[in-house]
C-alpha cells in the first residue's frame, strides 16, 4: 500500500509574540521576594566612533555553566524613563563553555540627567531605579532603588553603579 504523496505543505502556525506594553500593564501574580537580576550602570568610550556612552547592563543572578545565553529584552523610551522589558533568554554561540551569567547592555548616548530605569518581568513585575549621570564629572549616582505602587509587585532585582566597567578616552 503506497503513502500518500502530500501536494501541499501543511502550515505551521505562527507564535504569538507578547508585546512589551502588555508586560507592563500586567498584573504579577504573589510571589515571595527572590533576587533573580542586576541592573549595573556604567560608562563606556567606543574606540571607533571616538564616543563616550552610558551603559545600563542587565545581568541574571544565576551563572550558566554548560551554555552562553544573552537576556533578550525590548526596550522602550519614554522621557526621562527607560523600560527595559525582559523577554526571556536566548542561547549564544559559544565554542569554549564556561560558567557565566546571561547579560545584556542597553547603550544610551545621553551622558547628563537624572533617568529611571524600569525592569520589567512578563508577568508585570516592576523594579525601578532612579539614577544621576555626569559625564563632565565622571560619576553615576544611584539616587533611590524603588518598587513601584502595583498590586502583588515584589523585589526581584537590584541596582548598582559598577565603577570598574568604566572606559573613558586616553588623553
Known amino acids: 500500500m503506497p ?11 505562527k507564535t504569538r509574540k507578547k508585546k512589551a506594553e502588555a508586560a507592563i500593564a500586567a498584573i504579577p501574580q504573589k510571589k515571595p521576594d527572590k533576587l ?15 564616543q563616550q556612552f552610558v551603559v545600563f547592563r542587565v545581568e541574571t543572578a544565576v551563572e550558566f555553566t554548560s551554555f552562553a545565553y544573552e537576556v533578550s529584552t525590548e526596550v522602550l523610551r519614554e522621557k526621562d524613563q527607560l523600560f527595559i522589558i525582559l523577554m526571556g533568554l536566548k542561547a549564544e554561540t559559544n565554542i569554549v563553555p564556561g560558567i ?31 539614577y544621576k549621570l555626569n559625564i563632565y564629572n565622571k560619576e553615576i549616582e544611584l539616587l533611590e532603588e524603588f518598587i513601584p505602587e502595583k498590586k502583588n509587585n515584589r523585589h526581584f532585582c537590584d541596582f548598582s553603579v559598577d565603577e570598574e566597567l568604566n572606559e573613558f578616552p586616553e588623553e
Request: net charge neutral; glycine share 6%; hydrophobic share 35%.
Open 100 to 130: 557565566q551569567t546571561a547579560k545584556k547592555d542597553i547603550i544610551l548616548e545621553e551622558l547628563v540627567g537624572e533617568f529611571v530605569i524600569n525592569i520589567v518581568k512578563q508577568d508585570g513585575s516592576i523594579n525601578s531605579g532612579r
Open 3 to 13: 503513502l500518500k504523496k502530500p501536494f501541499d505543505l501543511p502550515k505551521i502556525p
Open 36 to 50: 533573580e537580576y542586576y541592573c549595573k550602570a556604567f560608562f563606556t568610550y567606543d574606540q571607533a566612533l571616538h
